[in-house]
C-alpha cells in the first residue's frame, strides 16, 4: 500500500527518522493542545493514520520528569488522548509510541514482560507513559507500540550507542531493546495493517551493554575504554536516579499480526556494521 498517507505528529528524534524514511509521511510540527487542533491537521492533511510520537522526555535526561511531574503528565498521558479523541471523531486510526520503561526488573512470572503484563512503574516518567497505554487500550482502532532503548546507524545524541559510548563508568546490565531499522519496519505494518491493542517492538533476544560495547569496539573503535560498575555505585555516584528500568520484554501479538523482528544479537551486530560506515564518512 505505497498510497498510505500518514501523519505525524512530533517532530523529535524517532518522529524525524520515520519522516525521511517514509516518502508518504507528512511530519507535522504544529503544538498540539486541543481536540480542535488535531482535528485542523487531519483536515488540512486527510492522512490514512497518524502515528504520534510526540512527548516529554526530559532534558538533559529523563530524571528531569521527577521534578516537572505537570509538564511530563500534560505531554505523556494528557497529549495522546487528546490526540486519540481527534482520531476517533474523524475515523483516523491512531498508532501512538510507547515504552517499555513501564515494566522494572522481572516480571511476576519470572519469564520476559508481556503485552498482557500489568506494567509496575516507578519514576514519574514510567507512570505517565503507562496511565498513556491504559486508557488508549481502552479505545478502538488505535495500536500502541512500546520500544525500548533504541539502537541506530546513525549518530544521534539519543541513539543508544552514543550514549553508553560516551560514559567513562557503565553498568553491565540485560535488557531488551529496539533497533531502529527493524522499529521502522514494524510501525509500518502496524499503521498499513491498523493493528489495534499493545505491541512490544523489541527485538527477539536480551543483550547485555557489555555485548553491545564489543561490537562497538571490534567495528567502530577498537580504542574504546570504559570502567564497568554496579547498579548501586551509578546510583551512589549520582549518576542516576534510582528509578531507572532495566528490564527484558517479548511480544505474543506481534505475531498474531505475522510481524517478525531479527534477533536482538543478530540485529544488534549489523547496526554497529552499519554505523562503523556512517561515522567513517
Request: net charge negative.
Given at each position: ?24 509521511a ?15 491537521l ?6 490514512d ?5 510526540a512527548?516529554?522526555?526530559?532534558k ?8 516537572h ?7 505523556n ?9 481527534a482520531?476517533?471523531?474523524?475515523g483516523?486510526?491512531?498508532l501512538?509510541?510507547?515504552t ?6 522481572k ?11 500489568y506494567?509496575n ?6 507512570k505517565?507513559?503507562?496511565a ?9 482502532n ?8 533504541p539502537?541506530?546507524?546513525k549518530?544521534h545524541?539519543?541513539n543508544l550507542?552514543?550514549?553508553?559510548a560516551?560514559y ?6 540485560e ?6 531499522d ?7 505494518q ?8 499493545i505491541?512490544h ?8 551493554h557489555?555485548?553491545?560495547l ?11 575504554k ?6 548501586q ?5 549520582g ?9 527484558i ?10 510481524i517478525?523482528m531479527?534477533?536482538?544479537k543478530?540485529?544488534?551486530e549489523?547496526t554497529?556494521r552499519?554505523?562503523?560506515k556512517?561515522?567513517?564518512k
Open positions: 500500500n505505497k498510497n498510505m498517507k500518514i501523519l505525524i505528529i512530533g517532530k523529535g528524534y524517532l518522529g524525524t527518522r520515520w519522516a525521511e524514511t517514509w516518502e508518504e507528512i511530519i507535522s510540527d504544529k503544538i498540539v493542545e486541543t481536540v480542535q487542533d488535531v482535528e485542523e487531519i483536515d488540512i492533511h486527510n492522512p493514520v497518524i502515528l504520534n510520537s512527548g516529554i522526555v526530559g538533559p535526561n529523563v530524571d528531569w520528569c521527577e521534578t511531574q505537570m509538564e511530563t503528565v500534560k505531554g498521558t494528557a497529549l495522546p488522548i487528546i490526540i486519540a479523541e482520531c476517533q471523531n474523524k483516523v486510526y491512531m501512538h509510541m510507547a517499555g520503561c513501564v515494566f522494572y526488573g516480571s511476576p512470572h519470572k519469564g520476559p514482560w508481556t503485552e498482557e503484563d506494567g512503574p516507578v519514576a514519574v516518567y514510567s505517565a507513559k503507562f498513556a497505554d491504559l486508557a488508549l487500550s481502552a479505545l478502538p488505535i495500536g500502541i507500540a512500546r520500544i525500548r532503548m539502537l541506530d546507524n549518530p545524541p539519543a550507542i552514543d550514549k553508553l560516551k567513562e563508568k557503565v553498568v553491565d546490565v535488557n531488551s531493546l529496539t533497533v531502529v527493524d522499529m521502522i519496519d514494524v510501525f509500518y502496524l499503521l498499513e495493517k491498523k493493528a489495534e491493542g505491541f517492538v523489541t527485538n527477539p533476544g536480551s543483550i547485555k557489555k555485548e553491545i564489543d561490537f562497538y569496539e571490534k567495528y567502530v573503535d577498537k580504542n574504546h570504559n570502567e564497568w560498575i554496579t547498579e555505585e551509578l546510583v551512589r555516584l549518576l542516576a536516579d534510582k528509578k531507572r528500568s532495566n528490564n520484554m517479548t511480544s505474543l501479538n506481534l505475531p498474531k499480526y505475522d517478525k531479527r534477533p536482538v543478530e540485529a544488534v549489523d554497529l552499519k554505523y562503523a556512517q561515522v567513517q
